[in-house]
C-alpha cells in the first residue's frame, strides 16, 4: 500500500509558477506509475500528466503539455509537478495517484492541494 502527500499549492497571479510535491511512504514508490490529476469546482476530475517507473516517459494533456513538467525522484519517493504560466483556468485541486504498470485504474490517492490562480 502507498500512501501520498501532496504539497506546494498556493495561490498566485496569472502567469506565475508553482512547483507541487507528492511524497509516498513505502519501499516500492519506484514501482508504481505515478500521475497528477485536477478537480475544478464544479467540474469533473481530469488528468493532467503522468510518469513512468524510472521517470523517461512521460505523458501530458494537451492542455498543459507546453506548461506544466511532470519528474520523480525514486530516491526520495516523491513526484513533482512543475507548473508554469499559470492562469486561472488552472484553478483546481490537484492531486498525485499511483497506479502498478500494466492497469489503467488509479488504485492510490492523495489528499490533494488546492492551486488558486488570480487574473
Known amino acids: 500500500q502507498v500512501q501520498l502527500v501532496e504539497s506546494g499549492g498556493g495561490l498566485v497571479q496569472a502567469g506565475g509558477s508553482l512547483r507541487l510535491a507528492c511524497a509516498a511512504s513505502?519501499?516500492?514508490?519506484?514501482?508504481?506509475?505515478m500521475g497528477w490529476f485536477r478537480q475544478a469546482p464544479g467540474k469533473e476530475r481530469e488528468f493532467v500528466a503522468a510518469i513512468g517507473l524510472g521517470g523517461g516517459s512521460t505523458y501530458s494533456a494537451d492542455s498543459v503539455k507546453e506548461r506544466f513538467t511532470i519528474s520523480r525522484d525514486n530516491v526520495k519517493n516523491t513526484v513533482y509537478l512543475l507548473m508554469n504560466s499559470l492562469q486561472p483556468d488552472d484553478t483546481a485541486v490537484y492531486y498525485c495517484?499511483?497506479?502498478?504498470?500494466?492497469?489503467?485504474?488509479?488504485?492510490?490517492w492523495g489528499q490533494g492541494t488546492q492551486v488558486t490562480v488570480s487574473s
Open positions: 513505502g519501499r516500492t514508490f519506484s514501482t508504481y506509475v
Open positions: 495517484a499511483a497506479r502498478r504498470p500494466g492497469t489503467n485504474e488509479y488504485h492510490y
